[in-house]
C-alpha cells in the first residue's frame, strides 16, 4: 500500500510563480525523499529530509518535514517551464522506499 | 558516467508470450529495484537486490514474475505468460546502500501486451 499521498493531484501555474506540493504518510519514517519524472523518463532524485531535520534548501528547492503532522512539503520558488514534470514523495519502509502517486505540475510560459 | 541503463526501451508483444526486462546498475552500486508504473500512476514496488543477500519479492504480483541479479550486477526481470494488465512501464533503480540512499533511475522499459 502506498505511505505518501501528494496533493494537490495537479498544479498549473505560469513561469515566475511558486509552486507547493505536499505529501502525507501513515507511519513513522527515518527520512522522505523527494524526486521528479519528466515524461517518459525516470525519476531524478531531488532532495532528502531526515526524520529529525524540519527544512531543508537545495538551489530553487525547499523542503519542510513536520513529523508530528507526517506531513512534508516542496516548494519550488521562480518556476521555469523546464520544471514541468511529475513529482514524487518516497518514504522509506524498511530497506525500500514507497511513493507517492505524485504531483503534476505545468508551468506555462 | 554512466547511469542506469534499461533494455529495450520499448516492448510489445502478445498475449501469452515470455519477456525479459534488462537492468545494468550504476558501478558499485550494491542495491538495486524494480518497480512497476501504470499509467499517470505512482511506482509500485516489485523486487529488491541488496549485494549477495536473498532478494525481497515481496512486491511481485504473482507467480509469472521473478528476477534475477548475476553478479551482483546486472539484473533481468522475466514476466512469464503475459497477461493485458502486465502493461506499464518497468523501471529499475540502484542505490549504494539500502531505503535510506536516494535511488538512481533508469528511463524504463515500456512493455505493451496486446
Known amino acids: 500500500s502506498q505511505q505518501g499521498e501528494e496533493d494537490p493531484q495537479a498544479l498549473s501555474i505560469q513561469e515566475g510563480e511558486n509552486a507547493t506540493m505536499n505529501c502525507s504518510y501513515k507511519?513513522?519514517?527515518?527520512?522522505l525523499q523527494w524526486y521528479r519524472q519528466n515524461s517518459g523518463r525516470g525519476l531524478v532524485h531531488l532532495i532528502l529530509?531526515?526524520?529529525?531535520?524540519r527544512e531543508k534548501h537545495s538551489g530553487r528547492l525547499r523542503v519542510t518535514l513536520d513529523t508530528s503532522k507526517k506531513s512534508s512539503s516542496l516548494l519550488i520558488t521562480a518556476s521555469r517551464a523546464a520544471d514541468t514534470a511529475s513529482y514524487f514523495c518516497?518514504?522509506?519502509?524498511?530497506?525500500?522506499?514507497?511513493f507517492g502517486a505524485g504531483t503534476i505540475l505545468r508551468v506555462k510560459s | 558516467g554512466a547511469g542506469v541503463s534499461q533494455s529495450p526501451s520499448n516492448k510489445v508483444t502478445e498475449k501469452g508470450k515470455d519477456v525479459e526486462l534488462r537492468c545494468d546498475p550504476i558501478?558499485?552500486?550494491?542495491?538495486l529495484y524494480w518497480y512497476r508504473q501504470s499509467l499517470g500512476q505512482g511506482l509500485e514496488f516489485l523486487i529488491y537486490f541488496q549485494g549477495n543477500s536473498a532478494p525481497d519479492k515481496s512486491g511481485l504480483p504473482s507467480d509469472r514474475f521473478s528476477a534475477e541479479r548475476t553478479g551482483g550486477s546486472v539484473s533481468t526481470l522475466t514476466i512469464q505468460r503475459t497477461q493485458q494488465e502486465d502493461s506499464a512501464v518497468y523501471l529499475c533503480a540502484s542505490s549504494v546502500g539500502t531505503g535510506n540512499q536516494p535511488q538512481h533511475f533508469g528511463d524504463g522499459t515500456r512493455l505493451s501486451i496486446l
Open positions: 507511519t513513522s519514517i527515518n527520512n
Open positions: 529530509i531526515r526524520s529529525n531535520e
Open positions: 518516497a518514504t522509506d519502509d524498511g530497506n525500500k522506499l514507497v
Open positions: 558501478s558499485g552500486h550494491t542495491a
